[in-house]
């Protein structure tokens, strides 16, 4: 069974940074593309960043380019994502997910297997 388990989330002050961490268990993490998304009630679910199961291809969302960086470590089965310059619309619940495919997905829908969250406050 997959699971995903997220880490890292905390309260920043603006201008901050925060890593997150998301191990992955129960399957084979050189397969999959991971995604990370955040979520702020009563806001929907949105797309952060994407990562190919290579590491090579990279998306992110226009909101935080340039900020944000995802990375993965195979050999620990984990994906990071590194983030800067924290602002505080940044302030949300911040969700693994994983899919079983080769393109990177930006979609919600597209993803099969999601974390619990982590939550990251960012205070002006």
């Known amino acids: 069974q997959v699971q995903l388990v997220e880490s890292g989330g905390g309260s920043v002050q603006t201008g901050g940074s925060l890593k997150l961490s998301c191990a992955a268990s129960?399957?084979?993490?050189?397969?999959?593309?991971m995604g990370w998304f955040r979520q702020a009630p009563p806001k929907e679910r949105e797309f952060v960043a994407g990562?190919?199961?290579?590491?090579?291809?990279?998306y992110y969302g226009d909101s935080v380019k340039g900020r944000f960086t995802i990375s993965t470590d195979n050999d620990k089965n984990t994906v990071y994502l590194q983030m800067n310059s924290l602002k505080p619309e940044d302030t949300a619940i911040y969700y693994c997910?994983?899919?079983?495919?080769?393109?990177?997905?930006?979609?919600?829908?597209?993803?099969?297997?999601w974390g619990k969250g982590t939550l990251v406050n960012v205070s002006s």
């Open positions: 129960g399957g084979a993490f050189s397969t999959w593309n």
């Open positions: 997910a994983a899919r079983r495919s080769s393109n990177v997905a930006v979609t919600t829908d597209l993803y099969g297997y």
């Open positions: 990562i190919s199961r290579t590491g090579e291809t990279t």
